[in-house]
């Protein structure tokens, strides 16, 4: 009998000969914390205290604060990319959540969805076997992955592998080394909007951001979509996003903060722009 552990471990295998890449898209989002503000949180609320991240870690100042850091990134170096991970947004919400959310939750699907397919090429009548024991039929791997619920304990390892690799570094290091990736992501995007295939908003300040993000995090919640939303819950993403408030600039401003896949994101804007 072919049970989901296979799976499963093939996936871990999957995810530390992925290393290198998750590592490399790490320091590329990490582009661009250094200028973040940073909080602190008083009276139970994150006010900006007036200095970036990027002056406090040259001044050998903690980023973090120890009733915000989460217990798994440990005792973390002052001006470090764990310590930054442990920051406050303006919204509340830690920097770690943000990474989570727009790193590790895609490459951990994806690593899931290519064991997937290794598996049904490999083992196809087994596979044939687990696809009934779950109830799919094999045409949505993204489905057959979290009926599976393989996600989870995969995003924990490839977390642990990021911190490992990059969590003492200094922050302005781990930028360094993904400014190259972030700059050919930017050019891609900046082509993408050329063709058409994505719509440019103004950006907006830090306060604005933050509430809009605020209400779009409500409305994913409120409307329970899957995490990361695929593109055939895109519809209701963008009706859940409108009806929360947003207006069209701040549903295409927010995306890129939300949990969605790429596509997702890409048949929000073309509705928009349909509209």
């Known amino acids: 009998m072919f049970d989901a552990d296979p799976v499963a471990l093939l996936a871990r295998e999957l995810l530390r000969d992925r290393a290198r890449d998750l590592v490399t898209e790490t320091c590329a989002w990490a582009v661009g914390l250094s200028d973040q503000p940073h909080h602190a949180r008083r009276g139970g609320r994150a006010v900006a205290t007036g200095l970036t991240l990027g002056q406090r870690a040259a001044a050998a100042l903690p980023l973090s604060g120890e009733e915000d850091a989460p217990l798994e990134l440990g005792e973390t170096r002052p001006g470090s990319f764990g310590d930054a ?31 997937t397919e290794r598996a049904a090429l490999h083992e196809p ?41 990059l969590g003492p ?5 781990v930028e360094a080394e993904g400014l190259p990736l972030s700059l050919v992501r930017a050019a891609e995007a900046e082509l993408r909007a050329a063709t058409g295939e994505a719509a440019q908003v103004e950006p907006r300040d830090d306060d604005e951001l933050a509430g809009a993000l605020f209400l779009a995090e409500t409305a994913l919640r409120d ?18 996003l409108l009806a ?32």
């Open 85 to 115: 991970l442990g920051a406050l947004q303006a919204n509340g919400r830690l920097h770690a959540d943000r990474f989570e959310q727009q790193v590790l939750v895609p490459f951990v699907l994806e690593t899931c969805v290519l064991a």
């Open 125 to 165: 009548q087994a596979w044939a076997e687990l696809l009934d024991e779950l109830g799919e039929d094999g045409s949505d791997p993204v489905a057959v992955v979290r009926a599976a619920e393989w996600e989870a304990p995969l995003r924990t390892e490839a977390e642990q592998l990021v911190l490992a690799a």
């Open 169 to 173: 570094a200094p922050l302005v290091q």
């Open 223 to 240: 409307a329970a979509l899957s995490v990361p939303v695929p593109p055939d819950e895109a519809p209701v993403l963008l009706d859940a």
């Open 244 to 275: 929360e408030g947003l207006d069209p600039d701040e549903v295409l401003e927010v995306l890129p903060h939300l949990p969605v896949l790429a596509d997702t994101a890409d048949a929000v804007a073309e509705r928009l722009r349909q509209d």
